[in-house]
Antibody, heavy 123, light 107 residues
């Protein structure tokens, strides 16, 4: 079964750091670009970041640029999001999502989503 | 960044109704438009990609159309399980911006 499973969320103080993980199974992870998408409580979806198949190319939303870093370990079938200098407005459910097509990068639909991991930034 | 605007923001309809949701891009995006369905407490689910292609396993009552800047999602005959929030997303260029969502409620 194709599956994505996020972990690492929690409560963190403003200015703090957190690392999210997304474990992939059921497909050849290294063939697909991967994304992070977040959803603040009661709000819509916001794309956060994308990383290419090899990890050599990344892109970020302006709202997180310079504070978040996306990476992947294809040997472990795992995607990461390192978040630092966290703000209250970063409070959200963070989803990882797979590009539909192998070989695409940042210009594709997302066909598989994880269940999300909640990040709460509060003192 | 490309801005995506959905209308309406909310919609009340009855089982069996035909429903149309509209999405407009702030600049042309060719056919690079996707539709997702999200139910409370669940992750989004891909329904339609590249404007009109039905994702595997999605019922045929869902259809998409449009190109350029204007797109529509149509549900031909609403079923009880279709009451959810729907999002469009452009995949023409990074960042892959989403519309603000359309909440479809039972009348």
């Amino acid at each position: 079964e194709v599956q994505l499973l996020e972990s690492g969320g929690g409560l963190v103080q403003p200015g703090g750091s957190l690392r999210l993980s997304c474990a992939a199974s059921g497909f050849t992870f290294s063939n697909y670009a991967m994304n992070w998408v977040r959803q603040a409580p009661g709000k819509g979806l916001e794309w956060v970041s994308v990383i290419s198949r090899t990890g050599g190319t990344t892109s970020y939303a302006d709202s997180v640029k310079g504070r978040f870093t996306v990476s992947r370990d294809n040997s472990k079938n795992t995607l990461y999001l390192q978040m630092s200098s966290l703000r209250a407005e970063d409070t959200a459910l963070y989803y990882c999502a797979k590009d539909r097509l192998g070989g695409s990068y940042g210009v594709d639909a997302f066909d598989i989503w994880g269940q999300g991991t909640m990040v709460t930034v509060s003192s | 960044d490309i801005q995506m605007t959905q209308s309406p923001s909310s919609l009340s309809a009855s089982v069996g109704d035909r429903v149309t949701i509209t999405c407009r891009a702030s600049q042309t995006i060719s056919y690079n438009l996707n539709w997702y369905q999200q139910k409370p407490g669940k992750a989004p689910k891909l329904l339609i990609y590249v404007a009109s292609s039905l994702q595997s396993g999605v019922p045929s009552r869902f259809s998409g159309s449009g190109s350029g800047t204007d797109f529509t999602l149509t549900i031909s005959s609403l079923q009880p399980e279709d009451f959810a929030t729907y999002y469009c997303q452009q995949s023409h260029s990074t960042p892959g911006t989403f519309g603000q969502g359309t909440k479809l409620e039972i009348k």
